[in-house]
């Protein structure tokens, strides 16, 4: 399937719909000469799925085997990288989830050619960007994802400008991008903000020597892209040691660029010229790993993991182990039992290799169900503990106070109407569900559809009693037939 801008009078199939106009559902198959028309004015979503719930009945346990997928965060830099070239970049294990979707609707809208593989190679995704004309993230688009920021570096350093909406703040707090910004000029680019867009421009980046403020994920890549094409050597200090920016690197390096350092907290570019065409794998999903990981644990059951690297797991593991989970990993797969009382154990949030704060809200979820007390700190984000309240309403005892959260297990978590803020938070309630007595319903599903590929699937998969359900309501409101 290829994906081409949209041309002036067409319409998607899907307008008949609550929304005024819509997305292609990448899900579902099509053939292969099929293009799909989009809107760009549209918001990223398959409309019904706005509406969508997960009804969840707790108790069952969750054994045999889940295949993960590819890691969104990996993902997501990984399709912006291909504005910096002109030869095709394919890439393969790309997770089918929203947030993937909304880069390839804005590649697209910049003029890239999007092409999706279908069948065994649904997973796959060629992109093009041989004729970029329109170098803009419009706000329709930035604000449903934030990541899209990460196209500002590379359309500087290609085309020589960028307009890109300013994201705003966030559920999960007011998550500025003045670190990019200031790294872009540091690269010799100039910024003007205006009218809710960051408008950089330079005839041609050079090399420049920057250090972090703050250590930043999407940051250190986005600087890290615009430096591959930059003239001269750029040093960047106090960077990201994700996985994820590693896994970038390594698919710039397959691009031509040259890349010291990715993973320790000092990258050095040497910029090129040109890049060109690669073919690369993206790294598992270590979230959606570790996500699966704590439901096995908290429903006690036997579930093996496939298609993950545990490596990238390691303080999860500890922490995990720490509490009096049994975990063993292999190459490439993980089995978690579980069989043992919880014991409660303190986290804190930290950059990587330390606790994940997006396996913050599932851990809160399983110091619910350990014994004695267990302290939450959350370092990265300001207002990462939306998910707090609703778990309270399923009756955990928690206690949140600034960034600390206290969580005193353990508790019966009964069944309840709850409701997802953002995606991490909504993957803690799911496996809250799980484990509750009765039918939890799940409400504002489209948060968990951005980062999770077919999660009701994989659960029922692995036993769970778990149904979503909207699709099943009317498209449009029928009006009462009046009796005379
Ligand atoms: C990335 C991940 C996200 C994860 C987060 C932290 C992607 C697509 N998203 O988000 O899932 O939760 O890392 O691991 O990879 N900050 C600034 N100024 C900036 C940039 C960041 O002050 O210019 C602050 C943020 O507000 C936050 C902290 O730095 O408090 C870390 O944010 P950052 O690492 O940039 O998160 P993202 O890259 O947006």
């Known amino acids: 399937m290829k994906i081409v801008p949209k041309s002036p009078n067409s319409r998607s199939s899907k307008t008949e719909s609550l929304l005024p106009s819509t997305l292609p559902d990448f899900r579902k198959p099509v053939s292969r000469s099929r293009s799909i028309r989009i809107d760009f004015g549209a918001v ?21 085997s889940v295949r993960i ?61 041989s004729n970029l004309g329109n170098p803009e993230a419009a706000y329709e688009l930035v604000k449903t994802m934030r990541a899209s920021t990460l196209v500002l570096g590379p359309l500087v350093a290609r085309m020589g400008r960028a307009r890109v909406s300013q994201p705003g703040g966030c559920a999960i707090g007011a998550r500025p991008i003045d670190l990019h910004l200031k790294g872009l000029e540091r690269l010799g680019a100039s910024i003007k903000q205006e009218h809710g867009y960051i408008e950089a421009s330079a005839r041609r980046l050079n090399g420049g020597h920057i250090i972090f403020d703050k250590i930043t994920v999407t940051g250190t890549e986005d600087l890290m892209m615009a430096a591959t094409l930059a003239q001269g050597e750029t040093v960047m200090e106090n960077c990201a040691r994700e996985p994820e920016v590693i896994d970038l690197a390594v698919l710039l390096t397959k691009m031509g660029a040259k890349i010291e350092g990715a993973g320790t907290s000092t990258i050095r570019i040497q910029g090129v010229e040109k890049l060109h065409g690669a073919r690369h794998r993206i790294i598992p999903d270590r979230i959606e790993a570790g996500t699966f990981v704590i439901a096995a644990v ?187």
């Open 44 to 64: 990223a979503l398959r409309p019904e799925s706005l509406m969508d719930k997960f009804v969840i009945r707790g108790g069952n346990p969750l054994v045999g």
């Open 298 to 484: 908290l429903t006690g059951g036997d579930l093996t993991l496939t298609n993950c690297d545990p490596t990238h797991l390691g303080s999860l593991i500890q922490k995990l182990e720490e509490a009096g989970v049994r975990i063993t990993a292999a190459n490439d797969s993980m089995r978690v039992t579980n069989g043992h009382q919880l014991i409660a154990a303190d986290i804190s949030t930290e950059e990587y290799p330390g606790f994940p704060t997006d396996m913050q809200a599932q851990y809160m979820t399983l110091a619910t169900q350990a014994q004695g007390t267990s302290l939450i700190t959350e370092n990265i984000f300001e207002n990462r503990f939306m998910h707090a309240h609703e778990l309270v309403r399923m009756g955990a005892n928690i206690k949140v106070e600034g960034r600390r959260a206290i969580v005193r297990g353990k508790t019966q978590l009964s069944s309840a109407a709850v409701q997802c803020s953002d995606l991490r938070a909504s993957a803690s309630l799911v496996i809250a569900a799980l484990v509750a007595d009765g039918e939890t319903i799940i409400d504002r599903v489209y948060h968990i559809d951005r980062g999770y590929e077919r999660i009701e699937e994989k659960l029922k998969g692995a036993g769970a009693q778990i149904r979503r359900i909207g699709e099943i309501l009317p498209k449009r409101a029928q009006a009462p037939s009046v009796v005379a």
């Open 69 to 129: 997928s590819g890691a969104k965060n990996a993902a997501l830099p990984a399709m912006a990288a291909a504005l910096l070239t002109d030869e095709p970049v394919i890439l393969e294990n790309i997770p089918d989830v929203r947030d993937i979707q909304t880069e390839r609707n804005l590649l697209v809208s910049m003029g890239a050619e999007v092409e999706l593989g279908y069948g065994r190679a649904s997973h796959r995704t060629t992109i093009s960007c």
